[in-house]
C-alpha cells in the first residue's frame, strides 16, 4: 500500500502540434478535465480551462502577449506559469506537463509548479 506517494499519471495524446495557432488556444478534454493548449513563443502550454471565477472557457477568450482574459467577465491569466492577474480571477490556474513526440502533443494530469513568468 502506497500512502501519500503519487502514482504519475500517463501522458495522454491530445493535439497534433500543426495544427496549434499561436494566435488562437485550443480546447481539448482529459479524462473530464478541461484543458487550454497554447502555442506561445513556439512551445506549447497547457493550463485548466475554466475560470474559476465562474463558468467559461479561457480558451474561449482573448489572448495577447502571453496572456489569456477569459470571455465573460475579464479575469487575466499568465499563459506560462498560470498566475492570476487580476481580482476577479480568484486563483491561479493549474498548468499541465507538456512534451511533443512526433508531432503530437501529449499531456499529463498531473498539475506542476511552474516558477514566475
Ligand atoms: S467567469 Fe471568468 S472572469 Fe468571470
Known amino acids: 500500500m502506497t500512502t501519500g ?10 493535439a ?8 488562437f ?13 497554447f502555442l506561445l513563443d513556439g ?7 475554466v475560470c474559476p471565477h465562474a463558468y467559461a472557457l479561457l480558451s474561449q477568450g482573448f489572448q495577447e502577449d502571453g496572456v489569456i482574459e477569459c470571455p465573460l467577465h475579464a479575469a487575466r491569466f499568465d499563459i506560462v506559469s498560470g498566475k492570476c492577474l ?3 480571477g480568484q486563483r ?10 512526433q508531432g503530437r502533443i501529449q499531456l499529463r494530469l498531473q498539475p506542476q509548479a511552474k516558477g514566475a513568468a
Open 86 to 88: 487580476t481580482e476577479i
Open 92 to 101: 491561479d490556474l493549474q498548468c499541465f506537463p507538456v512534451r511533443v513526440q
Open 25 to 37: 488556444p485550443t480546447s481539448v478534454e482529459v479524462q473530464g478535465q478541461k484543458v487550454g493548449l
Open 5 to 14: 506517494a503519487e502514482i504519475d499519471s500517463p501522458w495522454y495524446e491530445v
Open 16 to 23: 497534433a502540434l500543426a495544427e496549434m495557432d499561436p494566435d
Open 43 to 49: 512551445a506549447v502550454h497547457a493550463i485548466e480551462d
